[in-house]
């Protein structure tokens, strides 16, 4: 199985031609609460089963504050990824999870409260997805209920296509806000064999990609004295 890491734009360059390429720069908001610049993460995130939930724009979520309850609020992820905050400037929260958010709310509280205790309660989020594309027969957006592996998500929907290339999955998962790893998948062998070792579990918001297999990609291209040797 092969991992490989991209940016936003390699991504679009993998679906649409069928390659894998890499970018080599990117930026990601930083644990201020302000962009900067970063290296391709560590991709031993990608073996991760239980990973903490990651906000994203939309979710709304309660702040309380135990010994000052008149800064309770209650507060939206911006469409930039910040929430505004009662009394303090805003602060980037996309792409945290509750207790970096958290933390990050206890620090910039402290300079106008003394050893706030806080906590967060979230309120409205997006339920856990993954997405099927390429040659399968039902490609679309899916809920996630419980644990699913790739397997299951292929068969979720409807399995592969006649002119799918099982040996070479793709499964994209967003691991920042500019990068997305992307790991190679051979089901058809997992299949054959048996062996279900390296079925990946999947995380929300993780995309299969099912490229088409060869004969099918150079259909239109086959010369005609060629096409006896394709179906004999």
């Known amino acids: 199985m092969r991992a490989f890491r991209f940016g ?6 993998i679906l649409f031609a069928g390659c894998v390429a890499a970018s080599a720069s990117a930026q990601t908001p930083g644990a201020a ?25 939309g979710d709304s979520f309660d702040v309380a ?3 000052t309850p008149e800064y309770n609020q209650t507060v939206t992820v911006q469409p930039d990824g910040y929430i505004s905050l009662r009394d303090l400037s805003d602060l980037y929260v996309a792409g945290k999870t509750t207790p970096e958010v958290t933390a990050a709310i206890v620090t910039a509280y402290s300079h106008l409260l003394h050893e706030p205790v806080v906590s967060l309660l979230l309120k409205d989020f997006e339920k856990p997805y993954f997405i099927a594309g390429g040659e399968v027969e039902k490609p679309g957006k899916y809920e996630m209920r419980g644990e699913m592996t790739a397997t299951e998500a292929v ?8 002119k799918a290339k099982h040996s070479q999955v793709l499964l994209f998962r967003r691991v920042s806000n500019e990068w997305t790893e992307v790991k190679q998948l051979n089901i ?30 150079i259909q239109r291209f086959i010369p005609t004295p060629s096409v006896g040797t394709l179906v004999h």
């Open 188 to 217: 058809k062998a997992m299949l054959s064999s048996g062996n279900l070792t390296e079925d990946v579990r999947l995380r929300p918001g993780d995309m299969l990609y099912v490229p088409k297999n060869f004969i099918s990609k």
């Open 33 to 57: 609460g302000s962009p900067s610049a970063t290296r391709a993460p560590d991709s031993s995130r990608f073996s991760e089963r239980t990973p903490r939930y990651q906000l994203r724009v």
């Open 8 to 13: 936003r734009d390699s991504l679009q360059y």
């Open 65 to 67: 504050f135990r010994y």
């Open 155 to 162: 068969s979720v929907a409807g399995g592969f296509s006649d």
